[in-house]
Structure formats: structure tokens, C-alpha cells
């Protein structure tokens, strides 16, 4: 049952070439949360002396943690209104977990979290969007 | 002069992979802004079927834009504190320019903020970034 | 006409009571902002050696002049969904003026802006909010 | 040896009008975190009918709980730089608990969050600020 939803959530979020790109792996899938982790690239690289990840690889991140939190009690990813990031450490290279959460599910607009950590289980990065949760309208036909 | 201050800018945005990524080309150097383009590519996609940007690239222009519109005052770009952005219009696949303008210059830590524009003109994103910009510690030696 | 606008905005400002503690003055209401006045009181004051006021006055000073800066669009205030605040300068003792600036008027939820100023103009705080403005269900009845 | 700070924080913050006026009461204060009460009062409500408090003092209130989150590691309050604020549900009249959070304390600067709630535990609002947490300078003399 959880591997069901862990496997349509993966589908899902793989749809998406950014998300490809991104290379999004579904940990776990909760009720209020999700966990993923994104596999670092060259690309991502903002300072080629110190090698670092570029604060919009960690907003992205923050951002689709937060949006997938819903993806349980949704079941289809919603609309970003806006998104604030925290920047906590450099981010090394290295594979990223990113834990999002649900702050409060809403019938128009939500609020969800995301936290991100390094190889090592360092925070680097943590913030929070406003989600556009209202019901798809009908489909016309 | 101006455009000695353009190509300044240009060559050391570029020094970084995930600018070159980004496609970054420098349209303007102001002294307390910028502007730039963002070329678009297919890995920007996060709707396949609508085909439209993901808010990650969005948040990452946003925040670079802001952050070199100190580039004329601070010879430097400077690490991101916190980011905030607001989502105004699907991005539609096309090329994005980026208007950043400083808000507030400080010893310690500034302000400034960036919008983000599509092909025909539409306003997409904008949003504004806290900056750490306290004086480089001086080389050891 | 434009004095009309102005009465409507100042009446329907000064019917909260918190509105009369912060001594708001409406002094000109534009297509898509606001500009108001609020009178300083000692217990603005958070720190009793320095003299400067709290923060808390000056981010629902940036929510209300944000807010009532849609005020001739819509006819009537809005819910803040959620508020950024970004602090520029010390404020001290004396009256401040807002200014409030729609930033993308929406069907569903809007984003507006506001800049506080002290007595000798300098600029104190600025920061935006996302506002529900979706129109309000009919009376039942 | 607890009481003892608390007693403190409580001393530290009843000094400021502003906190006087908000009622604020210390209720504990941990490690990386407070917690703590305001008093309402009728100038809080910004909608006369419906009653529920203005946005603005729940913004002051994340804000402050936030920023003394810090107090027993700093021994002080520290200068805000920026302020977010998510609202989650209209806040009727009577006192609002506020919990205050570490989120990562830096040497320059620092976020922490807070979250609000009513009288009957319902969640009102949450946020994060950044604070200015850099040693003071050394008195002059």
C-alpha cells in the first residue's frame, strides 16, 4: 500500500524534465510529508573555486519538497504562489536530501515546509510556500 | 566605460557552470541594478504537457538578479541570506529577462529585489533577497 | 472624485480599532495604491534607552498599506494570506508615512507592496504580502 | 537555576512599552526556544463585527517570539533583518500563545521561528525571521 504510493508519487514527479534533470528520487511518502533526494550535477555549480550549489538548485528544491508534502492527501502536485528559502551552509557537492511537511492544509491555499540536508546530515537550507490548493475546476466536454 | 562594466560582469557570471546553464547574457549594468537574459531550455520543463517553467528556475533568476544588481557597488557577487518570490504568470517556454535593482545597501547585509519578465513582456516572478555584504576578511599571509 | 475615494478609504480605514490606535490618516488613494500617515505613540516603543519602535508596528504598517493599496480596485479590504518584511533602518520617534503599491492585481490572490518612511523621508522598512482576493461568497438568504 | 532565566527574560522583556502593552507573559524558556503569552485587547481587532484580530499583531508577536527564542543562548534580544509570515486562521478574541524555535543559530546572523495559537490550541499563524546575531560592539570608554 505505502509502496504504491511511494511508486505513483516517483512516476509523478518524474514526468517532469526539470524534475529528471534534478534526478528526484521518492524515499518515503507520508501523510503530511514526503522524502527525496536529488543527485548532485557539474551544472549545479555556482563558485568553480569553492565548488559550491547555487541558492536556485536549493530554492527548487525547498519549493517541490514542500509542494509533494500534499502529494497523499492530493494526489497531484499544486501551484506555487510563493516561496521563501533560508540559506543555513554551502552546500558541497553531493547528493541532497530534501524532508517537506505540511504547516497547514487549506481548501484554497495551503502552507508546507521543506528542510534540505547534505551528504553529512548537515541543514543547508530550509523554508516554507504558499500553496494554491483549491480544487481543479471540472473538466469542460 | 559602461560597457567595461558590462563585460565585468558578464565574464564573471559566466565563470560559474550553472550560469552557463542558465544561458546568463548581460544586457545592462546600472549603478544600482541589472539586466539580463536567461536563454531557455527544454530541462526548464516541469508540465510536460503544458510546458511550462519550473518556479526553481524562477527563484534562481530571481535571486542572481538581485544579487548582481550590487555588482556595480561590491565588484562581487555576494552570498544569499534569504530568498522570497512570488509566482505571477505560468512561464511559458521563451527566453526570460531579469530586472534587479537594490532595495537598501548596507554595511552588513542588504536588500534587493528582482522581476522577471517573459518574451512578450508578461511579468512571471518577482521577488527580493537579504544579502550578507559585509566586507571580504583580508587575504591571510 | 478623488476626494471621495479618499473619505471612503479613510472611513472604511478608521472602523477597525486597531486602525484608530495606530492613528492612520489616508493622504492620497491612486489606481493601484496608498499613501497613509500613522501617528506615533510611546507604546510603539520596544527598546526604552534607544527609543525605536517595534518591528510588529512597522510589518502591519507594510501589511495594511499593502493591503489598502487595492482598496480602489476592490472597494473593500482584504486577507492577508502571507506578509514579508524586510527592516532598513532604526524608526524613531515620530510619524511615519506608508506607501502601498499593487504589484499583480488577481482573480483569486494578489500581490502588493509598501515602503515606510520616517520623518526626514529615510526609508525604514519595505516588504509585500500575497492577499485573498478572490470575490466574496454571495449573502445567503 | 531555570526559574532564574526565566525570571530574567521576563524582566528583559517587560521593559519595553510595547511589550507592556501586548501583555506578555513568559511562560518557559528552553534551550533553543521560549515560550510564552499575550493579553488581548480590544484595540487588537481590526474587523468590527467579525472581531478577530489585526495581522499586525501577529506579526509582532512571531516576531518577537522568534527573536527571544535566542535570549538564552544570547542573553538579549537581537535586530531583526527580515520578517515572514504565514497566516492560517482568523484570530478571534482572547490570548494567543506564541512558541518561539531555534532554527540555526550563526555567528553573524540567525533564523528562528514561532508559531501562534488561540485559546483553544488552534494554530492562528507561523513564521521565521532573520536575525542580526553578530557580537555586539565593545563599549566604547
Redesign the interface.
Known amino acids: 500500500m505505502s509502496d504504491d504510493i511511494l511508486e505513483k508519487a516517483q512516476a509523478s514527479i518524474t514526468?517532469?524534465?526539470?524534475?529528471?534533470?534534478l534526478g528526484l528520487k521518492v524515499i518515503a511518502v507520508h501523510d503530511d510529508g514526503i522524502e527525496l533526494t536529488a543527485t548532485w550535477r557539474?551544472?549545479?555549480?555556482?563558485?568553480?573555486e569553492r565548488r559550491y550549489?547555487?541558492?536556485?538548485?536549493l530554492?527548487?528544491?525547498v519549493?517541490?519538497a514542500a509542494d509533494w508534502a500534499m502529494f497523499k492527501k492530493l494526489g497531484r502536485p499544486v501551484?506555487?504562489?510563493?516561496?521563501?528559502?533560508?540559506?543555513?551552509a554551502a552546500a558541497m557537492p553531493g547528493d541532497i536530501t530534501a524532508k517537506g511537511k505540511v504547516?497547514?492544509q487549506?481548501g484554497?491555499?495551503s502552507?508546507a515546509e521543506a528542510y534540505l540536508y547534505g551528504k553529512d546530515g548537515k541543514?543547508l537550507a530550509?523554508?516554507?510556500g504558499?500553496y494554491?490548493t483549491?480544487p481543479p475546476p471540472p473538466p469542460k466536454g
Open positions: 514526468r517532469a524534465p526539470y524534475h529528471q534533470w557539474e551544472e549545479w555549480v555556482v563558485n568553480p550549489t547555487h541558492g536556485g538548485i530554492a527548487a528544491l519549493d517541490l501551484p506555487t504562489i510563493d516561496l521563501r528559502v533560508d540559506y543555513h504547516v497547514r487549506g484554497q491555499f502552507c541543514l530550509s523554508g516554507r504558499t494554491f483549491a
